[in-house]
T-cell receptor
Framework: GNSVTQMEGPVTLSEEAFLTINCTYT??????LFWYVQYPGEGLQLLLK?????DKGSNKGFEATYRKETTSFHLEKGSVQVSDSAVYFC?????????????FGKGTKLSVIP | EAGVVQSPRYKIIEKKQPVAFWCNPI?????LYWYRQNLGQGPELLIR????????DSQLPKDRFSAERLKGVDSTLKIQPAELGDSAVYLC?????????????FGPGTRLTVT
């Protein structure tokens, strides 16, 4: 079946530091990959996505590249801000298997300190 | 454009009591999802609707959980009777329209505490 593994948190960084949150997946066929962000007290928001190998998703300074050879979709940002403090979820859907169900990782909590 | 609306935001009940959650998806979105998010975990799908039809309810505990989506718009998720282990955040999401099925939009969730 499908599964997503992401690095455990919490992660604490100083403002303007470089961020990497690792994500690897297991899926048959050709999954689509996503990063969702959950700010305190809010629902999940789609941050970025990639639907095929070598695609790069980007939004708000965050980037992730769909690497089929390493089954990875690591999230990066060059300079984090306090406002980036949130929980980040890596997820996939496997439309090739006939399902649009999202399979999520456990989430990584990021805290950015001034 | 209004997002996915859920109510209530918080609910505290005693075990064995019934509880219901309501969701209004984004206008024009035909697909509606209910997820459960346990503390420190990612959301897990409970049920998916295509219009008014439940097309994937394999992970819905049918002995105590039920859901409906009358007229293919709003949806209600019910638990009867609730157990201590049902304490979680219940998330509703919808997809469709121009973004298609790839992008699911989530509501703020209902945080259920069973005492």
């Amino acid at each position: 079946g499908n599964s997503v593994t992401q690095m455990e948190g919490p992660v604490t960084l100083s403002e303007e530091a470089f961020l990497t949150i690792n994500c690897t997946y297991t899926a048959t066929g050709y999954p689509s990959l996503f990063w969702y962000v959950q700010y305190p007290g809010e629902g999940l928001q789609l941050l970025l996505k990639a639907t095929k190998a070598d695609d790069k998703g980007s939004n708000k300074g965050f980037e992730a590249t769909y690497r089929k050879e390493t089954t990875s979709f690591h999230l990066e940002k060059g300079s984090v801000q306090v406002s980036d403090s949130a929980v980040y979820f890596c997820a996939l859907t496997n439309s090739g298997a006939g399902s649009y169900q999202l399979t999520f990782g456990k989430g990584t909590k990021l805290s950015v300190i001034p | 454009e209004a997002g996915v609306v859920q109510s209530p935001r918080y609910k505290i009940i005693e075990k064995k009591q019934p509880v219901a959650f309501w969701c209004n998806p984004i206008s024009g979105h035909n697909t509606l999802y209910w997820y459960r998010q346990n503390l420190g975990q990612g959301p897990e799908l409970l049920i998916r609707y295509e219009n008014e039809e439940a097309v994937d309810d394999s992970q819905l505990p049918k002995d105590r959980f039920s859901a409906e989506r009358l007229k293919g718009v709003d949806s209600t998720l019910k638990i009867q009777p609730a157990e201590l282990g049902d304490s979680a955040v219940y998330l509703c999401a919808s997809s469709g329209g121009l973004a298609g099925r790839y992008e699911q939009y989530f509501g703020p969730g209902t945080r259920l505490t069973v005492t």
